[in-house]
């Protein structure tokens, strides 16, 4: 409530359940992005509210998300989430994954209508390494201005979505239109 008497009207949160609580818990007027991995059984629970879906990583997903969105008559927005970093543990789509969405969702004239993909997402490694990082991040550019070529309706790259308490300045520095900071604003868990 601190952040939002502040001002602060887009929030952020990593956990389904939480952002459920929390939502029902705060005013109404509040943007809420989905920040962490979505389990496609999840989708249904924030499908009525939620404006920013960040960790979109598979077909299957971006299918329920769409299937979920149009019980509701809404749009959904969502980030296709790249894997950028090195450490497996890491989740995301690479090139061709991305590519073969892209195609689908194109070339889908009927079905994927109540979801708009406005950007790509990436978490680098979890590493001191400025240059590891920086070589990361620099790599998720480079495939959204690549793929912002590509434009439909329902296709529209906006926002890359890169960098967390640790490495934002290095990931503005690289292109990022969005960063992940709540940890630096709210403290750890």
Known sequence: MEAYNAGQRIFGENYVQELVEKREQM???????????VQTNKVKFMAPFVSLIHGVDSLKLLEEI??????YNRI???LLQIHIAE???KFGLNENELHEILHFVQNDKEGMKNIRIVGLMGMATFT??????KKE???LKSIFD?????LTPNFQLQTLSMGMSGDYPLAIEC??????IGSSIFGTR
Request: hydrophobic residues 25%.
């Open 27 to 37: 005013p109404k007027d509040i943007q809420w992005h989905m920040i962490g991995h």
């Open 66 to 71: 769409n299937k979920q969105a149009n019980k």
């Open 76 to 78: 959904i927005d969502c």
């Open 87 to 89: 450490e497996d543990t």
């Open 128 to 133: 001191n390494n400025q240059e590891q990082i």
């Open 137 to 139: 991040f620099t790599y």
């Open 146 to 150: 690549k793929t912002n070529q590509l």
């Open 175 to 180: 292109g990022s239109t969005m960063v992940r």
